[in-house]
């Protein structure tokens, strides 16, 4: 269990942890593009370091869990590589958010993905026409 902030983070396993230190940022909406760029590479250097000290120390010991710690090793280039391509400051937040809730081994509803109103619009015109 770890405190960050007076927020306390539970769990060893890394992708819970990385979804908990994204989630416990506060109004993330506000946040500009560099520094929601320097929060998830921040977030994730955190959380590979801390994967790849767990695989060290307890090398001999972990079993199934040394798995889950070197799985996630592999996913944070994936994550890396998928961020870089992301352009707007908006589709970085919502890459952000869908991040901790892919996680967390969740996802968004159909039909409630995030827009903005001028693409609902759009969408709204063309199925009338």
Known sequence: MYKI???L???ENPRILLGNLLSSVPLLKFWSEDALEKLLYGCVDI???YSKEMIRENNDRL???RIRYSNFLKLK???LFRFGRVKSRE???KYIYGLILSMEGKGL???FGFSNSSNFQQRVRS???
């Open 5 to 7: 902030n007076g927020v």
């Open 9 to 11: 983070l539970e769990g």
């Open 47 to 49: 959380v590979s370091q």
């Open 63 to 65: 079993g199934s869990k």
């Open 77 to 79: 280039d994936k994550i």
């Open 91 to 93: 589709d970085k937040l």
């Open 109 to 111: 509803l159909p039909g």
């Open 127 to 129: 199925q009338i026409l």
